[in-house]
């Protein structure tokens, strides 16, 4: 599928100069400069990217080896590795933002020999064909020595409670637990599951069994953590505890959990490529830990669960048996599962001001939960593979009570908003929601091919559509690129086009946008243009 995103004018060049950089952290080339464009590949650490020109495009925010940047200059990419973007992808140029490449180190005429290096009589100036070069091999983050002086768990142990503690920048080979309240700077330090021939030989990166901490700036990757649970973990009942500015990646189940803890965040840091979960925000599978007043805010969650792990468990962002729980201003990319799933026995949750988009699963599930606000949330492209009857939702709101979705934007979905009820013993009941305000824009429906806008359905003899349910929608704006034809686009007990819809309680309100209305909508919220 090609996505094409709206600009207001062509991006401008910046700076012209052809220039070798490295992939400071995982980098993503995009068609055009603006983080709504297609994903044409993702490369590792230490690739080598040739760029020829910086320009202005849209605005992005990236958080890489532990540094939180916001900008809107790209450069414009014309080989990768060596070998041209036109014989690898087709096209002449891809697009990075900048902050995630740096500079290839290149020896400078005249710099000292390094120290390391026996230098038996002066050298001469090198020449261009002495420049260090790259391999196509993915080399580990450049930031750190790979052997540490002294151990992270020594450190921790000697700082005293209510301190702060900046380690050195290096690579700690070892799982640490932090007893007492403190601040620790890790900006620079890498924690690694791996042992020093690259085997996974560590379960936890960090154990927070403490209130009042917090772990700012570290790398942490791989590690072999058993299903639903968490290699860097806030233990339960802890309280104030920050987790930020850290890139978080390769753990075998969740990069991080904290469902047990209480008033604690985890905020502007980047997590992906975790086995089955990016974020776990609740209780493994046997707990029963409530926690309360928790947030995730800020951070780039994307491309986590691998192929043929347990279902389930899998998801970007996880949540079970929060209580007031809030989950704003992310973007969410990339996963192949649920991007938001609340899953059983959450209470009065905000979902607010989130990207989330190209996920195979829902976009935004509530399951099984009571009381959510979901509003103001930027979602597209979401639910393709679970494209069947109003499963594969932008926002799904699934045998649960008290939603109010509201001022979202939701597009080209496999189904735009859903709200439905099934005959389960541990549901609250599908009552008192309410779905106001939203645009929706799906693609033309055709034999085999549903994209309902707005889907109100049971799939039992059920009280969804029953006054005394007070399950409502009200002034909701859609947008289908062809005029109505024999396929319904709505859901109200039966499938329906708008002059019925507007009839019934689920559809008080409705009304189409036209193409005007909605292509300034779609490039408002930065969403591609078409399906």
């Not at 933002?97 to 290149?106: D, E, G, Q, S, Y």
């Not at 142990?157 to 301190?163: E, I, K, Q």
């Not at 380690?167 to 640490?176: D, G, I, K, L």
């Not at 829902?362 to 979602?379: D, F, H, L, Q, R």
Request: charged letters at 15%; proline letters at 6%; hydrophobic letters at 35%.
């Amino acid at each position: 599928m090609v996505v094409f995103t709206v600009e207001t004018a062509a991006p401008s060049v910046v700076t012209a100069t052809t220039v070798t950089k490295v992939a400071a952290c995982t980098v993503n080339l995009r068609t055009r400069p603006s983080t709504s464009a297609t994903i044409r590949k993702s490369l590792k650490t230490g690739t080598r990217v040739t760029t020829v020109a910086k320009v202005t495009g849209g605005h992005w925010t990236s958080v890489c080896a532990g540094k939180r940047t916001t900008g809107s200059s790209w450069y414009r990419v014309s080989a990768v590795n060596g070998r041209s973007v036109r014989s690898l992808y087709g096209v002449r140029y891809l697009y990075v933002a900048t902050a995630r490449v740096k500079p290839l180190p290149v020896a400078m005429p005249g710099a000292p020999t390094p120290t390391a290096m026996p230098v038996s009589a002066p050298t001469p100036t090198p020449t261009p064909t002495s420049t260090p070069v790259v391999g196509p091999t993915p080399i580990p983050t450049p930031t750190a020595p790979s052997v540490c002086g002294t151990s992270l768990q020594a450190l921790i142990d000697a700082t005293p409670a209510g301190g702060t503690l900046n380690p050195p920048a290096c690579t700690y080979r070892e799982s640490v637990r932090i007893t007492k309240p403190l601040t620790i700077n890790g900006a620079g330090s890498v924690i690694d599951g791996r042992d020093a021939a690259g085997n996974i030989v560590r379960q936890t990166w960090m154990l927070v069994d403490a209130s009042n901490v917090v772990v700012a700036g570290f790398t942490m990757r791989y590690a072999n953590n058993p299903s639903a649970t968490a290699a860097l973990r806030i233990g339960d009942g802890m309280s104030n505890v920050t987790i930020r500015d850290c890139d978080l990646s390769q753990a075998g189940s969740a990069a991080v959990g904290y469902g047990g803890a209480n008033d604690s965040t985890v905020t502007n840091c980047s997590v992906h490529d975790n086995g089955q979960m990016g974020v776990l925000l609740g209780r493994d599978l046997s707990g029963t830990t409530h926690g309360y007043r928790n947030s995730l805010v800020g951070n780039v969650i994307y491309n986590n669960r691998k192929p043929a792990v347990e279902t389930g468990v899998d998801g970007a962002v996880k949540a079970t048996l929060q209580h007031n729980l809030s989950i704003r201003d992310n973007e969410i990319y990339g996963n192949a599962a649920h991007a938001i799933w609340l899953d059983v026995g959450n209470v009065d949750t905000t979902i607010s001001a989130n990207r989330v988009h190209d996920n195979s699963g829902p976009g935004i599930m509530m399951e099984i939960s009571s009381g959510a606000t979901i509003s103001a949330n930027a979602v597209w492209n979401n639910g393709f593979g679970a494209a069947v009857w109003g499963w594969g939702a932008g926002i799904l709101v699934s045998s649960s009570k008290g939603a109010t979705v509201s001022g979202n934007t939701v597009a080209w979905n496999y189904a735009g908003i859903s709200v439905i009820a099934q005959q389960r013993p541990d549901s609250p009941g599908a009552t008192d929601n309410y779905v106001h305000d939203n645009l929706v824009f799906e693609d033309q429906q055709a034999a085999g091919k549903d994209r309902y806008a707005l889907f109100w359905g049971q799939d039992y003899d059920g009280q969804l559509y029953a006054p005394a349910s007070n399950n409502h929608g009200a002034n909701n704006r859609f947008y289908y690129p062809a005029a109505e034809n024999q396929y319904g686009r709505f859901v109200w007990n039966g499938v329906r086009q708008l002059a019925s819809f507007v009839t019934v309680p689920g559809g008080t309100g409705s009304s189409y946008l036209t193409s005007a209305d909605a292509m300034t909508a779609l490039a408002a919220h930065g969403i591609p243009a078409i399906p």
